[in-house]
């Protein structure tokens, strides 16, 4: 009688590592290229997602820092010795991004005060306004010295001078009681005119 166990017992071990080898395949086919990918697919679409968000965001952010006037004119029209003339009444859309003034070294009666207020235009252009009685003053300076081909207009009921800038930039000028009114910048003519229109005596509010 033969004995058969052994063989049995060999048959047994060779099903069995034919069924352990074959879960291993099963389970590398599973890491395929493929699946990896659809694995990642649904944690790639929630970066984007998150990416976007923070770019819509950062894009709402307005750079424009708009800057308060009032206590910068006041102490101008406290220390000049001719009536201040300031835009008044302009919309909304334009916005004063920047003001100066050297009314605070006008210690004495007659001392020269030049101020200059600097806006974004609705077309998201630069346009600046300046009055002096200070012509070397540097703000009206930059307008006045080199310019060429003055032209008289009327702008708002006044006769102003429109010229080119040293820049080649427009620019209108007024002449008013003793000071120089300044308005220039890279906006369009529309947008220069809008603001030379807008200059009224200074009231203090």
């Given at each position: ?39 990642l697919l ?98 009206l300076a ?18 102003w001078t ?44």
């Open positions: 009688m033969a004995d058969t166990a052994p063989q049995g017992q060999q048959r047994s071990k060779d099903v069995e590592e034919q069924m352990v080898a074959s879960s291993s395949q099963e389970r590398a086919a599973k890491f395929t290229a493929a699946n990896m990918v659809r694995s649904p944690l790639t679409v929630i970066v984007l997602a998150l990416v976007g968000l923070t770019s819509l965001r950062q894009n709402d952010v307005d750079p424009v820092r708009e800057v308060e006037t009032t206590s910068g004119t006041q102490l101008a029209a406290a220390r000049a010795s001719f009536p201040l003339l300031v835009p008044q009444g302009l919309p909304d859309d334009w916005r004063a991004t920047s003001i100066t003034t050297d009314a605070g070294d006008a210690t004495e009666a007659g001392d020269p005060v030049t101020l200059s207020i600097g806006y974004v235009t609705p077309d998201e252009e630069y346009a600046g306004f300046v009055i002096g009685d200070e012509p070397r003053a540097e703000d930059r307008v006045l010295d080199g310019r060429s081909g003055d032209t008289p207009v009327e702008i708002g009921g006044e006769e429109q010229t080119t800038t040293a820049r080649g930039e427009t620019a209108y000028l007024l002449d008013a009681e003793g000071a120089t009114v300044a308005v220039t910048g890279s906006a369009t003519d529309d947008e220069l005119r809008t603001l030379a229109a807008s200059v009224q005596p200074y009231q203090a509010g």
